[in-house]
C-alpha cells in the first residue's frame, strides 16, 4: 500500500517566491495534518484537517501561510512570500477516525529559502 | 512551548548496552505515543500507551506509562546500530504535540 505521499521532496528558493508543497494522505484517512520540523522548535503541528475541512489552523505562523484541501486525496500547503526562516522539514500526516492514535507520515519536503 | 519535555537530548552509547529515556509532562494524557525518525525521513509510531502503569513491549524495547498518565519511559536493551535514530514522544490528538526527542547513536 502507498503511504503518504509528499512532493517535492527537496526545494531550494529565492526569499520572496511563493513556494507550494504537496501531500497525498493514505487512501481512505479522513485526517490530515502539516507539521513543521526544525532544530530549534522540533516538531510542531501547523493544521490539520478533518474531511477536507480545516479544523485547527492555530500553528499557522503567519498570513504568508496558507493550507487548502480540495478533496480527500490532496492538500497544499503554500508560504507566499517565502523567507529564510521558513527554511525547514515539512511533514504530511494522516489517519483514519478508527484508529486516531497512529499517524502515518510522508518523507516531508526540505524546504530551503535562501 | 512544549508540554512534553524528553531526556537526554543526546545520546551516545556503544553497541550492546542498556538504555532508557524519558518523556515528561505536567499535563495528563489520555495517550502517548513513542515514533522514531530516521534521517531524511518521517517519523514511524512505534508504539502507543494507552492505560496509567501499562507496560508494552516491541523485541528490544520496552514502553511505560507512567501510573499518573504524564510520563513515560523507553527503555532498550542491548542496543544495535541500527536503533541510531531520534526517539520521539507525543501526546494528545488533534492538536498531537510532540517532544523534542532523544538522538541516539549507537556505535558498533
Known amino acids: 500500500d502507498a503511504g503518504v505521499i509528499q512532493s517535492p521532496r527537496h526545494e531550494v528558493t529565492e526569499m520572496g517566491q511563493e513556494v507550494t508543497l504537496r501531500c497525498k494522505p493514505i487512501s481512505g484517512h479522513d485526517y490530515l495534518f502539516w507539521y513543521r520540523q526544525t532544530m530549534m522548535r522540533g516538531l510542531e503541528l501547523l493544521i490539520y484537517f478533518n474531511n477536507n475541512v480545516p479544523i485547527d489552523d492555530s500553528g499557522m505562523p503567519e498570513d504568508r501561510f496558507s493550507a487548502k484541501m480540495p478533496n480527500a486525496s490532496f492538500s497544499t500547503l503554500k508560504i507566499q512570500p517565502s523567507e529564510p526562516r521558513d527554511s525547514a522539514v515539512y511533514f504530511c ?3 483514519t477516525s478508527g484508529r486516531v492514535n497512529e499517524q502515518f507520515f510522508g518523507p516531508g519536503t526540505r524546504l530551503t529559502v535562501l | ?6 531526556s537526554p ?8 548496552e542498556n538504555l532508557t529515556v524519558y518523556c515528561n509532562s505536567s499535563s495528563v494524557f489520555s495517550s502517548l505515543q513513542w515514533y522514531r525518525q ?3 525521513e518521517g517519523p514511524v509510531l512505534l508504539v502507543t500507551v494507552v492505560t496509567g502503569g501499562e507496560v508494552k513491549k516491541l523485541k528490544r524495547l520496552t ?3 507512567g501510573d499518573a498518565r504524564k510520563d513515560s519511559s523507553l527503555h532498550i536493551t542491548a542496543a544495535q ?4 535514530g531520534l526517539y520521539l514522544c507525543a501526546g494528545g490528538w488533534g492538536d498531537m504535540r510532540f517532544g523534542a526527542g532523544t538522538r541516539l547513536t549507537v556505535k558498533p
Not at chain 2, 543526546?10 to 550492546?16: A, V
Not at chain 2, 546500530?81 to 541510531?84: E, N
Open chain 1, 93 to 95: 500526516a494522516s489517519i
Open chain 2, 1 to 6: 512551548t512544549q508540554l512534553l519535555e524528553q
Open chain 2, 9 to 16: 537530548q543526546f545520546l551516545s552509547i556503544q553497541e550492546g
Open chain 2, 38 to 40: 530516521e534521517p531524511g
Open chain 2, 63 to 65: 514502553f511505560q506509562f
Open chain 2, 81 to 84: 546500530p541500527g536503533d541510531t
